[in-house]
């Protein structure tokens, strides 16, 4: 019965999203190509991972934030998405570390008009706070949530659109100083503006999109067609 079934299932034609398919080759080719944007072995994969989940935003930070977590070792790394006219932020995924001491970052709403979430918003780079304790940017309401989840440091910076700031990335070092230098905060910097925004940007078109009529037009596509990038089963 499921045998048969099974077989049926793999002869139907699948239905593809053209907005997807058509962005998520696009970005392969700008981010991966010849054009050689990302020249960092790391960045590679990780642009390589994000694309072939381009139609799960969700998925696509959440490799993301896991990625970042494991290579600049935070303790903990949230984010999601954020336009900078909304009135509060809530982040939509985080990556936790085993040995953490702290609480989720996901049960907590921030006013992103306040000091510090307006401040990465608007600066078009990295904010790093290496002291919330010490740090004078932030009011004392944040601070006073920060420190209550047990964060030491911190260091963020906005998924941008060009100059339009869509979402917010976080990584936070719990109850313990952040080993930072200049080669990780660049590395970080060079992530979530090569990669992150470019395909964040994409994820969120490719969402917004998905009610059109085309993501359900039945589209032949071969197999031996789909780059790795492409191909889920890769």
Same mark, same amino acid.
Not at 74 to 96: I, K, M, N, T
């Given at each position: 019965m499921h045998?048969?079934?099974?077989a049926?299932r793999s002869h139907?034609t699948?239905?593809v999203?053209?907005a997807f398919v058509?962005a998520?080759?696009?970005?392969?080719?700008?981010l991966?190509g010849?054009?050689?944007?990302l020249?960092?072995?790391?960045?590679?994969?990780?642009a390589?991972?994000?694309?072939?989940?381009?139609?799960?935003?969700r998925?696509?930070?959440q490799?993301?934030?896991?990625? *970042?977590?494991? =290579?600049?070792?935070? &303790?903990?790394?949230d984010?999601?998405?954020?336009p900078? $006219? !909304?009135h509060?932020? +809530?982040?939509?995924?985080e990556? *936790?570390s085993? =040995?953490?001491e702290g &609480?989720?970052a996901l049960?907590?709403?921030?006013?992103v $008009? !306040?000091?510090?979430? +307006?401040?990465?918003?608007?600066?078009?780079?990295?904010?790093?706070?290496?002291?919330v304790?010490?740090?004078?940017?932030?009011?004392?309401?944040?601070k006073?949530a920060?420190?209550?989840q047990?964060?030491?440091?911190?260091?963020s910076?906005?998924?941008?659109?060009?100059?339009?700031p869509?979402?917010l990335?976080?990584?936070?070092?719990?109850?313990?100083?952040?080993d930072?230098?200049d080669?990780?905060?660049v590395?970080?910097?060079d992530?979530?503006i090569n990669?992150?925004s470019?395909?964040?940007?994409?994820?969120?078109q490719v969402a917004q999109?998905?009610?059109?009529a085309?993501?359900a037009?039945?589209?032949?596509v071969?197999e031996d067609?789909?780059?790795?990038?492409?191909?889920?089963?890769s």
């Amino acid at each position: 019965m499921h045998g048969k079934s099974a077989a049926v299932r793999s002869h139907q034609t699948p239905k593809v999203n053209h907005a997807f398919v058509l962005a998520q080759r696009h970005l392969r080719h700008r981010l991966l190509g010849s054009s050689q944007v990302l020249t960092d072995r790391r960045q590679r994969d990780l642009a390589a991972h994000m694309l072939l989940y381009l139609d799960d935003g969700r998925h696509c930070w959440q490799l993301a934030m896991d990625w *970042l977590r494991e =290579q600049l070792c935070a &303790d903990r790394v949230d984010g999601g998405f954020c336009p900078a $006219q !909304a009135h509060s932020y +809530r982040p939509w995924v985080e990556s *936790l570390s085993p =040995q953490a001491e702290g &609480d989720s970052a996901l049960a907590v709403s921030w006013d992103v $008009q !306040a000091a510090g979430i +307006r401040d990465v918003l608007r600066a078009g780079r990295l904010v790093y706070v290496p002291s919330v304790q010490r740090a004078a940017n932030l009011d004392a309401g944040m601070k006073a949530a920060l420190l209550q989840q047990g964060t030491f440091g911190k260091l963020s910076m906005a998924v941008s659109d060009g100059a339009r700031p869509i979402g917010l990335v976080c990584l936070d070092w719990l109850r313990r100083p952040a080993d930072m230098d200049d080669g990780r905060l660049v590395m970080f910097q060079d992530a979530v503006i090569n990669v992150m925004s470019p395909i964040l940007t994409a994820a969120q078109q490719v969402a917004q999109d998905e009610g059109a009529a085309d993501w359900a037009v039945p589209m032949k596509v071969s197999e031996d067609a789909l780059s790795p990038a492409e191909d889920r089963k890769s």
